[in-house]
C-alpha cells in the first residue's frame, strides 16, 4: 500500500484519552470515534482486526469448532422465552421494526443459536456440536470508556458447543482452554486465565482470560508460591481450621447508646477497640427477599458470594427505606438480634470464632455489647462472604496473595442446561428418549484484543506490533522521494517485496524525514527499510522497531534477509 493515498490521519497528540492504548490507536490512525462508544476502525485497524480473526479462525478450526454467521436483528420473543428481554434492561438495544414488531440488536447469541439447534439438531449422533461466529454485538453501556475496551459496539467471537452429557462438555471446555491459550500466545500477549464467578452453575465452570495491565478494570487475586489465581468477585478465603474454644460465661447482653455512630470505624473508637473484634452488618435483597449478612469489621462483603451461596439469580444492597422497613432502624445500628425469624441470617466464617458480638441493636441510634450466637441470636449459616484482600493466604497452598489489574479479553463457560432448558432444546439419545442439551459457551474480545495488544506492546514513541498481527510485515520509506536515486530504488523495493509475497506499507509521501520516521514509530510496523542516501551504492537500512537495531544491507543482501524472515 502506498501511504500518500492511504487513510491514516496520524495526529501528534489528543486531548482526552485516558487509556494508552486509545491514545495510540486515536494518534496512529488506527480508530477514529462516531459516538460515544462506536468507532470506525480504519485500514490499518482492520488489516489488524483480520489477521487476529484469521488466529481464532485456526484455532477454532484445529478443535472441530464450525465458523457461521448469525444476524444482528433478532426477534425479541426468542429473548423472552428465554427470559432475558427484560432482565437485562436498558443495556439490551431494542428496536421495532415497520410493522411494530419488537426486535433486539444481538449482544450475544445463546437465544438464537438455541432456536436454530432445537429445529435442526435432534440426534445424540450429531453431538457434541460447536459453532463460532465472529460479529459486531451491541450492548448499551451505562459508562462506555476508554476506547474499545467498553464499547456500545464490539466485534466479538462467540463460539457455542452442543452436549449429550457433561463429560462431552467438559472435554471441549478443555479444548477451548487450550485454543483460547494459544489464541492469546500467538497475538503476542501475556495472559493469564483465572477462575472467574460462575454464578449457581458452581464448580470450575468458568475461566477469563485476563491480560496483565494496569488500564484494567479487573482485579485478579494471584497467589505467590502456586498457580492459583482468581478474579476478586470470586476468589476463595482460606478457611482457617484452628479450633477454637469459646468462652463458656459471657455476661448478658448490654444495651448501649451510640448516638451519630454509624461506621465500624466510629464505633471502633468509641469502644476503644479494633474494627477487626467488631462485626458489620449489611441488608441484601436476594431474589426479592431481605438476607442479612454479617462479617467482620474490617473485611468487605462480597456481593457475587452472597448471591452464589443461595444460589440466588439477583442480589443487591437494600436501599434505606427497605433496611427501616425490615428492620426498624437505620443502616449503622443493624444487627442480628430481635429480628424476624423469617430473615436469614448468613455470617462470613471469621465470626464463626467470635465469642461475643458487638452488633447493632435493630434501633436507631443503639447498639449491644456481648451478645452470643446460639445464645442471643442464631446464624442460618456460616459461609465464605467476605472479598479477599492483598497478604491474605492462599486458599490452595496457604502462600500470600497479591493483586493484579487485568483486561478480560476471553471468557469460556459451562452453561449447563440454561438455555436448552429455557428453550426446550432436545435431542433423541441413543435410547429414543428426549433428552436437554448440555451446553458450553466461549467469548473473545476480538476488538479488544487489539486494544489490550496496544496496551502490552509500545513505547514512548508509538505502538510496537507484534508480527503476527501487525497490519503490514515492513514498512518501506524513502527519506527523500524528489531524489531520484531514493525514489527509483524505493519504488522498485516496493515492486520486488510484493513479488516475494510481503506485505508493505510505502511510505512515498513528499514529507519531511522526521515526519516520516515520527510516523513510522507512531504506526509501529515491525520491520522498516530505508532507503536514503547510499541508495545510490544500492545499500539501504533495516531497522526493527522494537529493538532499535539496524543494519544496513545491499538490495540483494535485503531481499534474501526479507524473503527468509
Ligand atoms: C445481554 C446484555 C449484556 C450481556 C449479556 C446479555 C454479558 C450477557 C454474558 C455473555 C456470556 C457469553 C457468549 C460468548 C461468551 C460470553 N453481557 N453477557 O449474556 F443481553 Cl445487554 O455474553 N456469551
Redesign the pocket.
Known sequence: MRQKTALIPTLRSVAEAEMISHQLLLRAGFIRQVAAGVYNYLPLAQRVLQKISMIVREEMDRIGSQELLMPALNPAELWQESG?YDT?GP??VKLQDRHERNFILG????ETITDLLRKEVNSYKKLPMTLYQIQTKF??EKRPRSGLLRGREFI?K???SFHADRKSLDETYEDMYQAYSNIFTRCGLEFGAVEADSGSIGGKGTHEFMVFSEAGEDKIAICTSCDYSANIEMAEIMIDDTIRIKKQDVQAMEKIYTPDIKTIDQLASYLQVAPSSLVKTLLFIVDDKPVMVLVRGDHEVNEVKVKNVLEATTCSLADETTIFKVTGATPGSLGPVHLDEKITILADFALSGFDEWHIGANETDYHFLHAVEGRDFEVSKYADLRTVEEGDKCPRCKGTIRFQKGVEVG?I?KLGTKYSDAMRGTFLDANGREQTYIMG???IGISRTLSAVVEQHHDDNGIIWPESIAPYAVHLIAVNMKDKEQSELAENLYLQLMQAGIEVLFDDRQERAGVKFKDADLIGIPKRIVVGSKAEDDIVELKFRRTGESQELRVEELLEVMKNN
Open positions: 432475558r437485562y443495556e439490551l449482544p450475544t447469541h445463546e450492548r448499551d466479538m462467540d463460539a457455542y471468557h463457560f459457551c466461549y467469548g
